[in-house]
C-alpha cells in the first residue's frame, strides 16, 4: 500500500524566510566588519603620523637643546672677557665723566652734550636738553643715534624717561605736548621698528618687571581722543615699548589689535603690527577690518607692507575710498541745509581726505592706473575756496577804523561816545596815577565839556602835538591843551563841530593800522602808585 506524502507549503516559506534573515545577518556583519576595519586603519595612520610628528618634534627640541646648551657654554666662557672688556669701558667712562663734571661746557656741540647725558645716565636732564634744542630735532635724532652706546644700559635709560613721563603725566604736570614730543623720539631712535624687527634685544628680568609697572600705569592714563582714549602719539610709543621689552605676551590680543586698528595711519603701524604678532591670516583680518571701517588708505599701506594687494586690489580701494569721501562731503553739506559752517566742513575733510590718496598713490606708484589729474584739481578748488572763505570772513571781521565825532549828536554837542573801549590816555608826570586799579583813589571828575555816559578814571591833560602828523612830533614842542580830554587816544583839536579839515584816524591812530606810539607822554615809573605793575 502506497504511502501518502502531503507537503506543507508554510515550511518552505519558513525555510526560505529564515534564509533571508540569515543573509541579512551576515550582510550587516559584513558591513560592520568593514566599518571596524576602516576605522582602525584610519587610527592606525593617524597614531603613526602623531608618531612621526612626535619624532620629529623631540629631534628638534634636541637640536634645539643642544644649540641653546652651546649658546649658554659659550656665553659662560666669554664671561671673563666680558667682564673684562666692561670693567674697562665702565673705567673710560669714569674717566670721562669726571672730566664732564670739572669741565666747562660752555660752547661744547650737540652730540658732545647727548654724550655726556648718555654717558651719565641722566634720563631727567636728557629731556631737558632736547626739549631746548627741540628747533634742532633733524639734528637730534642723528647725533642720538651716534651716541646711544655711550649708555651703559641704554634701555633702562629709556625706561627712565618713560616713566618720569607717565609719572608726570598721572600728576597732571604741564607741558606734557613737548615731553611727549621728547619721549617720542626718544623711543623711535633707541627701539626703532624695522622689518618688523622689534624687541630682539635681550632685556634683563627685573628691568621687564618695572618695564610692565610702568605701562600699566600708562595703559590707565592713556588720553587724547579716539575711540580708546588713546592718544596717537602715545599709542605708537606705548606698543614700541609694548615690544621692544619683550612684553607682548602680557597683554590681551584684542587690546593690541584694538590698537593697531584705531592708530593704523601711523607712519610704523604696520611694521609695529607685524612685530607684536599679527601675521598671515590675522594681518588679513586687520585689512579687511580698515576695510569695513572705510580706512582704503590704511588698507592699502598694510596690504602693500605684507604682500597682500592679490586679496586687496590697491587701486581698486582708493577708487572706492574717493566715492566714499565725495558722497559723504554731499551727506554733510545737505544735513547743514547748505550753510557756510556744514560747506566749509565738507570742504575740510574732502580736502585732508583727497590729499591722503594722493600721496597714497604717489608712495605706491600707482600714477599708471590711478590718474592723479582730478585729484590735483579738486584739492586745488577747495584750497582756493577755503582761503576765499578766510578772506571774506577776515573782512567782515574787521572793525571800523573811524569814531563818530561832531555836532551833530542828538545830545547836544560834543563827541558822540564810541561803542568800542577806549585806549589808554596819555597821562602827565604830575597826573596820579595811570589805570588805578585801587578803588579807594580819589579821581577827578571828567571836564564837563566832553560830558558822556562813561565814567572814565583819572583824566588828565593830553599833549597834542602842534600839526596833524604824529611823525613831526618825535622831538617836536608839545603845547597843553587847555582842556583835559576823556578819550582814551591821542586826537588832533577838536571841537564842537568834530575833526579838524585835513586829519583822519585811519592815517594817524592806531585803528589805522599804525604801530607807532612814541608820541604818548608816560610819565617816570615814581609817578605810578605802588599798585601799579612794574
Known amino acids: 500500500m502506497a504511502t501518502d506524502y502531503i507537503i506543507n507549503p508554510d515550511k518552505i516559506q519558513t525555510f526560505f524566510t529564515q534564509i533571508e ?30 608618531s ?26 666669554s664671561i671673563p672677557e666680558r667682564e673684562a ?46 626739549l631746548a634744542k627741540r628747533k634742532e630735532s633733524v639734528a637730534l635724532r642723528s647725533e642720538i643715534r651716534s651716541v646711544v652706546e655711550e649708555a651703559v644700559d641704554v634701555f633702562a635709560l629709556v625706561l627712565d624717561v618713560v616713566e618720569e613721563f607717565v609719572g608726570l603725566k598721572i600728576e597732571g604736570g604741564v607741558g606734557m605736548a613737548d615731553r611727549r614730543w621728547a619721549c617720542g623720539l626718544l623711543i623711535q631712535v633707541v627701539v626703532p621698528v624695522q622689518e618688523g624687527k622689534v624687541g630682539e634685544v635681550v632685556v634683563g628680568r627685573s628691568l621687564k618687571e618695572r618695564a610692565m ?26 606698543l614700541q615699548i609694548v615690544c621692544g621689552f619683550g612684553l607682548r605676551d602680557r597683554f590681551e590680543e584684542k587690546f593690541l589689535r584694538s590698537m593697531v586698528l584705531e592708530f593704523a595711519g601711523r607712519r610704523d603701524m604696520a611694521k609695529i603690527a607685524a612685530a607684536l604678532g599679527f601675521r598671515g591670516e590675522k594681518m588679513i583680518d ?76 604717489e608712495d605706491h606708484k600707482l600714477e599708471s592706473e590711478f590718474t592723479t589729474d582730478g585729484l590735483r584739481k579738486r584739492i586745488t578748488q577747495l584750497e ?27 545830545s547836544g554837542g560834543g563827541v558822540v561816545p564810541s561803542s568800542r573801549p577806549p585806549k589808554a590816555g596819555r597821562i602827565s608826570a604830575t597826573s596820579p596815577a595811570f589805570r588805578q586799579r585801587n578803588p579807594s583813589q580819589i579821581h577827578q571828575a571828567p571836564a564837563a565839556r566832553y560830558a558822556a555816559p562813561y565814567s572814565y578814571p583819572s583824566p588828565s591833560l593830553y599833549d597834542v602835538p602842534g600839526t596833524p602828523s604824529y611823525v613831526s612830533a618825535y622831538g617836536g614842542p608839545r603845547i597843553k591843551s587847555p582842556v583835559g580830554l576823556q578819550h582814551a587816544y591821542a586826537a588832533p583839536d577838536v571841537g564842537v563841530a568834530g575833526i579838524r579839515a585835513g586829519t583822519s584816524y585811519a592815517g594817524q591812530g592806531s585803528y589805522g593800522g599804525q604801530s607807532n606810539y612814541a608820541t604818548y607822554d608816560y610819565p617816570p615809573a615814581s609817578a605810578y602808585p605802588p599798585t601799579y605793575p612794574q
Open 213 to 238: 609697572k610702568v605701562l600699566d600705569k600708562w595703559k590707565g592714563m592713556l588720553g587724547g581722543g579716539g575711540e580708546s582714549g588713546v592718544g596717537a602719539g602715545e599709542a605708537t610709543m606705548f
Open 384 to 410: 582756493k575756496a577755503k582761503a576765499e572763505k578766510k578772506k571774506s570772513t577776515s573782512s567782515a571781521s574787521k572793525p571800523s577804523n573811524k569814531r563818530a565825532h561832531g555836532g551833530n549828536s542828538k
Open 85 to 130: 672688556s666692561l670693567v674697562a669701558r665702565i673705567y673710560e667712562q669714569k674717566i670721562v665723566s669726571i672730566s664732564d663734571f670739572e669741565s666747562d661746557h660752555v660752547g661744547r656741540n650737540l652730540g658732545a652734550l647727548l654724550r655726556m647725558y648718555f654717558r651719565r645716565m641722566d634720563g631727567s636732564g636728557l629731556v631737558k636738553f632736547l
Open 21 to 50: 534573515e540569515h543573509k541579512n545577518l551576515l550582510t550587516s556583519i559584513t558591513d560592520f566588519h568593514k566599518t571596524l576595519t576602516t576605522h582602525f586603519t584610519s587610527l592606525s595612520e593617524t597614531l603613526a603620523q602623531k
Open 52 to 77: 612621526k610628528s612626535l619624532d620629529s618634534q623631540i629631534e628638534s627640541f634636541n637640536t634645539h637643546s643642544k644649540k641653546s646648551l652651546e649658546l649658554l657654554e659659550n656665553r659662560e666662557n
Open 286 to 361: 586687520i585689512v579687511d577690518e580698515l576695510v569695513k571701517k572705510g580706512k582704503e588708505v590704511e588698507a592699502v599701506y598694510f596690504a602693500t607692507e605684507f604682500g597682500l594687494t592679490e586679496q586687496f586690489a590697491p587701486v581698486s580701494l582708493l577708487k572706492s575710498h574717493l566715492k566714499n569721501i565725495r558722497k559723504n562731503a554731499n551727506v554733510v553739506s545737505k544735513n547743514g541745509k547748505y550753510s557756510a559752517a556744514a560747506v566749509e566742513e565738507a570742504n575740510n575733510s574732502e580736502m585732508i581726505a583727497t590729499k591722503a590718496i594722493l600721496k597714497c598713490v
